[in-house]
């Protein structure tokens, strides 16, 4: 059984990851082997414990100890910390109440090259600048239920691990494998395109303009291999991104509607444009 720590005080410097430390700290991009995400959930959690993701420390209401938790603490060793209290004191912790109360803290898995996560794969999505996490988690959701086998994101991009969006994703960012396309936002639209295309990828940028084609265009739908390009909300693709894909495509609307949110976008790309 996990050693059972019991809240005495909220400036214990241990419990720093759960509320003081910011995304970027947390994150750690100058040493990325030290850095941490945090879980939510037991749903979520286990998701991410059947991923291979090490747990570093739990925190969580009391009563979940022997109650939902219970299947999570059984899979850790049995010097890992949990971290308990009553809900109001977690609550003056985190500013919120726990979603289920249960948080973990997790080591960041090592991130997979770009050519080794696409090595087979037939349908990739590629996220440039999306920046709200809330979009970012539903669009690896859709992902994970709608047949894409990888999703890579731009160095501006939001960090698919970042609280919000694993949760908003109910874990399946730990389901769809993913990477960063590029060390640095020079690397983005080129040479980034360019490397999906020596690895054998037709790109389909989701954008309006006089040249795009319907999603359900026959010879689209028909590539071998195919990137799905979608772009940050309000603007979109760049005009750079566009210009150098091999596909602009839209998704035909009704009742003088211009677009769909990105993610909704998303779903509707990944099903219709599915291997």
């Known amino acids: 059984m996990p050693k059972i720590i019991e809240i005495t005080s909220l400036a214990c410097p241990e419990l720093d990851v759960y509320a003081r430390l910011t995304q970027a700290q947390l994150r750690n991009r100058l040493e990325p082997e030290k850095g941490i995400f945090i879980a939510e959930s037991p749903k979520v959690i286990a998701r991410a414990l059947e991923a291979g993701c090490r747990p570093l420390s739990f925190l ?75 979009n970012v988690g539903a669009i690896f959701r859709s992902a994970a239920a709608l047949h894409i086998d990888a999703v890579l994101v731009t160095p501006s991009c939001c960090d698919p691990l970042c609280r919000r969006s694993i949760r908003v994703s109910m874990g399946t960012v730990f389901q769809v494998p993913w990477a960063v396309i590029g060390a640095s936002a020079a690397d983005w639209p080129q040479p980034g395109l360019d490397q999906l295309r020596q690895m054998g990828f037709k790109t389909a940028a989701l954008a309006l303009s006089d040249r795009s084609v319907s999603i359900d265009d026959p010879q689209l739908m028909a590539e071998e291999k195919l990137a799905i390009i979608l772009g940050t909300e309000g603007d979109g693709l760049s005009s750079q991104t566009i210009a150098d894909c091999d596909y602009t495509v839209k998704i035909p609307m009704s009742h003088g509607v211009d677009s769909l949110n990105v993610a909704a976008a998303s779903a509707v790309a990944f099903w219709q444009l599915r291997a």
């Not at 003056?92 to 979603?99: N, R």
């Open 60 to 134: 969580m209401e009391k009563k979940h100890i022997a109650g939902q938790a219970a299947p999570l603490l059984a899979q850790c060793s049995d010097d890992l910390p949990v971290y308990t209290g009553e809900s109001d004191v977690l609550a003056q912790l985190t500013g919120f109440q726990l979603t289920r109360g249960i948080l973990c803290a997790m080591r960041r898995p090592a991130q997979p090259s770009v050519e080794s996560l696409c090595a087979g794969a037939r349908r990739v999505a590629v996220l440039e600048n999306i920046v709200d996490s809330t």
